[in-house]
């Protein structure tokens, strides 16, 4: 037999495989693209178990649907005086209102009633840490969140911000952060669909806030300027800020990762920071007090 017939029977016999296996890319690019929509490649087998610190990888690619807050008013302040009613009986000082912890309690609230589901935790994987970055990234600080789902509320206002508050004060972890001491504000969802009432108790131990959203992206050799202000005046306290590069699934303390920030202080709370950003990577805008370290918004730099 010739080289040429044995040429001519490999590729008689291999065509069909090359065509199935093109189909097979052709049929799965579809696919790809829609579990992209949320997830980057990496992540599309995490889907299932994706971690706190791992989700902050795939904020850039999800659009985490925000709305202008239509609460309940009446049942929030109901909430909220309960709240600090537990407080004072414990020792422990009220919790101011946020507005940007009512935004982030009120869409969580609201998502859930859309979209069918109970969880601190959207479908896509966004703890309420990742929230916070999405919808309130000026803030610096712990958070902690309460949720409570009614089916068949009471219509009563009264009654049904009692139950709320009730119904957490009987869950050990809800019990905890309605009594955290170190927590120093709080914002309320609340959101009514035809069957179910949604209710969201978010909270924060807010240690400094910037004037405006610290940004998800920025050019390499782009200037920025940040202004902000602490919580409680500077005093004696050794106040610190930097850039730590950021690690998918947690920030490794390497100190050529740091890249150190100058702070013009205005006063005793008021601060400038300015940056410019020099070279291309993932890194978190943190803040250390007293050796107290606190993590921030992660910025791609491209």
Request: hydrophobic residues 40%; charged residues 25%; aromatic residues 14%.
């Amino acid at each position: 037999m010739t080289q040429f017939k044995l040429r001519r029977i490999f590729l008689l016999f291999s065509a069909p495989y090359f065509l199935l296996f093109a189909l097979i890319i052709f049929l799965n690019e579809p696919l790809l693209k829609i579990k992209n929509r949320f997830f980057p490649p990496e992540h599309i087998e995490e889907k299932s178990n994706v971690t706190e610190q791992q989700t902050n990888q795939v904020i850039w690619d999800v659009k985490y649907k925000s709305v202008p807050v239509k609460n309940d008013n009446q049942t929030v302040e109901l909430i909220i005086k309960y709240t600090n009613e537990y407080r004072t009986q414990n020792n422990l000082p009220p919790l101011a209102v946020d507005k940007g912890l009512t935004n982030m309690a009120y869409n969580h609230s609201r998502d859930m009633g859309e979209r069918n589901y109970f969880s601190n935790e959207s479908p896509e994987g966004l703890s309420p840490t990742d929230r916070k970055i999405v919808l309130y990234s000026r803030l610096y600080g712990g958070i902690s969140e309460n949720i409570f789902r009614f089916v068949n509320a009471p219509t009563d206002q009264e009654q049904l911000a009692r139950e709320a508050i009730n119904g957490w004060m009987n869950e050990p972890d809800s019990r905890a952060s309605i009594l955290k001491k170190d927590f120093t504000h709080i914002g309320v969802g609340v959101y009514a669909n035809d069957k179910d009432v949604y209710i969201t108790q978010d909270f924060s131990a807010t240690v400094a806030i910037f004037d405006d959203d610290i940004p998800l992206r920025a050019k390499k050799g782009s200037t920025f300027i940040f202004r902000g202000s602490l919580l409680k005046p500077k005093g004696t306290r050794n106040i610190d800020f930097f850039f730590q590069r950021h690690y998918r699934g947690f920030v490794k303390a390497k100190v050529q990762d740091k890249i150190p920030i100058k702070v013009e202080w205005l006063d005793d709370v008021k601060f400038v920071l300015k940056v410019r950003f020099a070279k291309k990577g993932v890194y978190e805008l943190c803040l250390s007090v007293d050796q107290k370290f606190y993590p921030g918004q992660p910025i791609k730099i491209f």
